[in-house]
T-cell receptor, first 114, second 111 residues
Framework: SQTIHQWPATLVQPVGSPLSLECTVE??????LYWYRQAAGRGLQLLFY??????ISSEVPQNLSASRPQDRQFILSSKKLLLSDSGFYLC?????????????FGPGTRLTVL | QKEVEQDPGPLSVPEGAIVSLNCTYS??????FMWYRQYSRKGPELLMY????GNKEDGRFTAQVDKSSKYISLFIRDSQPSDSATYLC???????????FGQGTELSVKP
């Protein structure tokens, strides 16, 4: 069966510090991968998605970036965090091979920028 | 106007009640509809998935899609305290497409 991991689970960072969040998927190959941010009391905001290694599409211009160095690894980064970057970051995968349209989410990383 | 509108609640019901959660959308091209359940401080989990119009039932949960009205619903029968969570609707145009999410409805089922 497929599983998705995110780490760290919780992170507190000062303004201006760098960020690296990691997401890995097991049990599937060549998935679509997604990064979302969820602010308190709000829905999911799509940040980035990837259909393959090195292929990244950005949905929202901001100081965040994403990379996909391996088929099942997706990384969210920032060189300098802003207060507004605080939120709950979710990684999701989607199996393109079987035509499913659903996305499956990881446990999330709660980021607080102080 | 947002593509998908969902009443954020919070919605509070007594245990055993029938719960109705709803989303409206503006784009008639949406064909695939999903409901996710998200417990506090956890990632969303897929609850129901439907294609086009009609009903789909899974235990105490029924998903309903009315494409003519651009309206989808999730019904929960015999609600339990363990159903207390935020429910997110989502939809997409085509297979493999990006999902468009509603804001989420926070549900609390009181014992």
């Amino acid at each position: 069966s497929q599983t998705i991991h995110q780490w760290p689970a919780t992170l507190v960072q000062p303004v201006g510090s760098p960020l690296s969040l990691e997401c890995t998927v097991e049990g599937t190959s060549n998935p679509n991968l997604y990064w979302y941010r969820q602010a308190a009391g709000r829905g999911l905001q799509l940040l980035f998605y990837s259909v393959g290694i090195g292929q990244i599409s950005s949905e929202v211009p901001q100081n965040l970036s994403a990379s996909r160095p391996q088929d099942r690894q997706f990384i969210l980064s920032s060189k300098k965090l802003l207060l507004s970057d605080s939120g709950f970051y979710l990684c999701a995968w989607q199996n393109r091979g079987q035509g499913t349209d659903t996305q499956y989410f990881g446990p999330g990383t709660r980021l607080t920028v102080l | 106007q947002k593509e998908v509108e969902q009443d954020p609640g919070p919605l509070s019901v007594p245990e055993g009640a029938i719960v109705s959660l709803n989303c409206t959308y503006s784009n008639s091209a949406f064909q695939y509809f999903m409901w996710y359940r998200q417990y506090s401080r956890k990632g969303p989990e897929l609850l129901m998935y439907t294609y086009s119009s009609g009903n789909k039932e899974d235990g105490r949960f029924t998903a309903q899609v009315d494409k003519s009205s651009k309206y989808i619903s999730l019904f929960i029968r015999d609600s339990q305290p363990s159903d207390s969570a935020t429910y997110l609707c989502a939809m997409t145009y085509n297979q493999g497409g990006k999902l468009i999410f509603g804001q989420g409805t926070e549900l609390s089922v009181k014992p």
